[in-house]
Structures are given as C-alpha cells and as structure tokens.
C-alpha cells in the first residue's frame, strides 16, 4: 500500500534478478581480472629476481677477470723491472701479449655464455 503524498511502486521480480545476475557477473569478471594481475606481478617479480641473480653473476665473473687480467700485469712489470737487456724486454712483451690474447678470448666466450644463459633464464618464465 502507498501512502499518500509518496510515490512507491514495485521493482519487478525478474529486474531484481537481472540485477543481481549483472552484479554477480560483475563481481566474477573482477575477481578473475584481480587473479590475473597477481600471476603477472608474480610472474615479473621471479623475472626481475631471475635478471638480478643473472647480473649479479655475470658482475662477479667480471670483477673475477679483471682480478686477473690486473694480477697479469703486475706479473709482466715485475718481470720487465728484472729483465737484462732488450731482447728478454721484447720476448717477455711477446709472452705477455700472446697470453693476454688467449685470457682475454676466454673471458669473452665465458662472458658470451653466462650473457646468453641469463637471456635464455629470462624469456622461459
């Protein structure tokens, strides 16, 4: 019954039903939408993890030739403060470069390998 001066009226039984069908498939699309954007951050949170252990160990092994390639060096000056004469300056100059060459092509491949891997590691997730 309505009361006087107020205007009321019946939502219909099958309005409230398509209401509540509309809110519910809303509800499902938003949960479903939420689900997905938590397997992505997850999912970028493991890459990034995977990208900055990947550079952490391509640093260290950088860090590791250059430790080397420096300790190289101080070896070749000690040598050339010891050397006699030109002959001993240029054959251990000789020495020095051709080992410092082959060093080096290993550091690069090595380098290349660990690069490649940490490449491969991150476009599998």
Known sequence: ????????FEIPTEFRALAEKSVEQ???AF????AAAAQAATRADRQAA????????????AVRFAERNIAASFDFA???????DSEEVLALHAD???RQ???????GKELSKE?????GSATQH
């Open 115 to 119: 690069a490649a891997k940490m490449a």
């Open 50 to 61: 995977d990208a900055r252990a990947g550079a952490k160990e391509v640093g260290e092994l």
């Open 96 to 98: 020095y470069v051709k």
């Open 31 to 34: 949960d479903s939408i939420m």
């Open 1 to 8: 019954m309505a009361k006087q001066g107020s205007l009321s």
């Open 26 to 28: 809303a509800r499902q």
């Open 78 to 84: 000690q040598q050339l403060a010891r050397a006699k």
């Open 101 to 107: 060459i082959a060093a080096l092509t290993d550091q």
